[in-house]
């Protein structure tokens, strides 16, 4: 069999089912596990992804009002790869290719029986379907159910872990501007690593929020995981946040409870790692069960080693 994945969470499926060695093609996003990158690429972007989080907002914002995808995928390269299932989604015009210009693709360049198989999962219960999704397409069902009931068991033992604790507010921050805060799972990520989600909906788009309404809700914890973004793009960035009037005001600020994650690793890409970001969420809501070592993946804004960098912005 023949895969072709233009998502980074599908490719990590696809990888975690024992799949690896049929993949013959990757999104340009596809960076996870070690040697996938070295798979031709079959998508690129259509607007320049540097400068700050307001300048990419308006690039996408551009391409979408003029009824345009914010991807491009790459006919001769999938007419070389010949696949045989591909791999895609319609959840998000922004977050991958979308499952029409894939479908549009395929019709103009390769053979009828090409299986195109879309997955777009809103919150944990059609994360786990998705995976059995996948698996029933490359027929790794097996995998797939050993899969779901270890990651259920590791998410069911970091939720017992906090079910009698004082649960704080969490605020996951998705794009730092304009603000939005993280919908989708990840707020049923903060209930299972023991916090409050505020500012969003288990299975709903990230929304946009007003600077007001953040004041308002005065979180007692605030990650900030904008999507695609890495901890030293998220730093390179992050004064457009703290930068907003009142800022230091704010509990989560003033007792130094603002992290900053990976966001493009773990928490917006709904794959097997899902439960790492859940881990990830519980070492930073309760320290004192989970935290035994700094977690590589997330920093406290308050004491990394940057902070002179960040707090002089």
């Known amino acids: 069999m023949r895969i072709v994945s233009l998502l980074p969470s599908t490719t990590e499926i696809v990888t975690s089912l024992g799949k690896k060695d049929e993949l013959v093609g ?51 390269q999938l007419k070389t790869l010949n696949p045989d299932i591909i791999l895609t989604q319609d959840h998000c015009e922004v977050c991958a290719a979308s499952f029409d210009e894939v479908q549009s693709a395929v019709q ?41 009931s270890r990651m259920k068991s ?22 730092m501007d304009p603000l939005m805060t993280a919908g989708n799972w990840i707020p049923e990520l903060v ?19 007003s600077w ?30 703290t930068s907003r009037n009142g800022w230091e005001q704010l509990h989560a600020v003033q007792n130094k409870q603002v992290y900053i994650a990976d ?17 990830i969420l519980a070492e930073i809501i309760h320290p004192s069960l989970f935290r035994k070592e700094k977690h590589p993946e997330w920093i406290n804004l308050a004491t990394h080693q940057f902070r002179e960098k960040v707090t002089s912005l």
């Not at 690429?41 to 308006?58: M, V």
């Not at 953040?214 to 946040?241: F, H, W």
């Not at 493009?264 to 881990?279: E, I, K, M, T």
Request: aromatic letters at 4%; one cysteine or more; hydrophobic letters at 30%.
């Open 26 to 76: 990757r999104s340009h996003e596809c960076n996870y596990p070690d040697g996938i990158t070295s798979l031709p690429s079959c998508t690129e972007l259509k607007f320049n992804p540097d400068g700050n989080s307001y300048a990419i907002d308006q690039r996408v914002k551009a391409l979408l009002q003029e009824g345009l995808s914010v991807y491009r995928v790459d006919e001769d």
């Open 108 to 148: 103009s360049t390769l053979d009828s029986d090409v299986d195109v198989v879309s997955v777009s999962p809103t919150d944990l219960s059609s994360w786990v379907q998705s995976i059995r999704t996948i698996a029933e397409a490359i027929d790794a069902q097996e995998a797939a159910e050993e899969l779901t």
């Open 154 to 175: 590791e998410l069911q033992s970091i939720q017992q872990k906090t079910i009698e604790l004082t649960p704080p507010k969490v605020l996951s921050i998705e794009w």
């Open 191 to 209: 209930l299972v690593a023991g916090g409050i989600p505020v500012g969003s909906e288990s299975g709903e788009h990230s929304p946009e929020i």
């Open 212 to 241: 007001k309404k953040i004041k308002r809700l005065n979180p007692d914890i605030i990650t900030i995981i904008p999507c695609g973004y890495s901890i030293e793009q998220t730093l390179s960035g992050v004064s457009e946040l």
């Open 263 to 279: 966001g493009d690793h773990y928490f917006n890409r709904p794959g097997p790692r899902l439960v790492d970001s859940a881990r």
